[in-house]
């Protein structure tokens, strides 16, 4: 089976530019997730999806970012102006769905997008 | 205060030790998950449990809800053992996480 993809594995980008991320979640995995993992720091959820609804983006900093799953499969995550702050891992999950908030599914990540912000 | 204390943040181990990392959560929950992360970013998901113990290999995990603590145990560690561990915590309903910060773990030759 194969794993959670996401690309490009590194990027460089000066202060105030964009970038953007993708994410191909496992096949059949209807709930993705968006982590931002600063250094020395536990992943911080940015943005959880359920098909192509955004259940919870409390986290999320909408006034730079931004993230779609237009068709319940695939995700981008954009950052428009970056700042030097959001240098990071940007690591996708996705898990299954039961239909039941109460059972907790095992969320297989990714291997992250490595930013900096120069 | 974090919803997850994870303890020590920091572990140098000689190879063949054992190894003892503690994680506390302050959140009701009906599962804890213990994560690997290797250098370079990937995290890959070692155990899942909501009561006792789970063994797999030379790693045990174990968790006592009452007192809302988990251990990971790592029986004759080995070099390769080396990774950053991280605790996390649903907060009772949905699929989201609270982590703790991890412990980095370097095992000696």
């Known amino acids: 089976e194969a794993g959670v993809a996401q690309s490009p594995r590194y990027k460089i980008i000066e202060k105030r530019q964009s970038v953007a991320f993708w994410c191909n979640p496992i096949s059949g995995h209807a709930t993705l997730y968006w982590y931002q993992q600063i250094l020395g720091q536990g992943p911080k959820l940015l943005i959880q999806?359920?098909?192509?609804?955004?259940?919870?983006d409390s986290q999320l900093p909408k006034d730079r970012f931004s993230a779609e799953r237009l068709k319940g499969v695939d995700s981008t995550l954009k950052i428009q102006p970056a700042k030097l702050e959001d240098s990071a891992v940007y690591l996708c999950?996705?898990?299954?769905?039961?239909?039941?908030?109460?059972?907790?599914?095992?969320?297989?990540f990714g291997p992250g997008t490595r930013l900096l912000v120069l | 205060k974090n919803e997850v204390e994870q303890s020590p943040q920091n572990l140098t181990a000689q190879e063949g030790e054992f190894i003892t990392i503690n994680c506390s959560y302050s959140?009701?929950?009906?599962?804890l998950h213990w994560l690997q992360q290797h250098p370079g970013g990937g995290i890959v998901s070692l155990f899942m449990l909501s009561s006792g113990k789970k063994k797999h290999g030379r790693l045990i995990a174990t968790i006592n809800i009452q007192e809302k603590h988990s251990s990971l145990h790592i029986t004759a560690s080995h070099p390769r053992d080396s990774a950053v561990y991280i605790c996390a915590v649903p907060p009772g309903t949905g699929n989201q996480f609270y982590f703790g910060t991890g412990t980095s773990l370097t095992v000696i030759p």
């Open positions: 999950a996705s898990s299954l769905w039961t239909g039941n908030p109460i059972i907790q599914e095992t969320q297989y």
């Open positions: 999806f359920q098909n192509n609804g955004v259940v919870d």
């Open positions: 959140v009701g929950i009906s599962a």
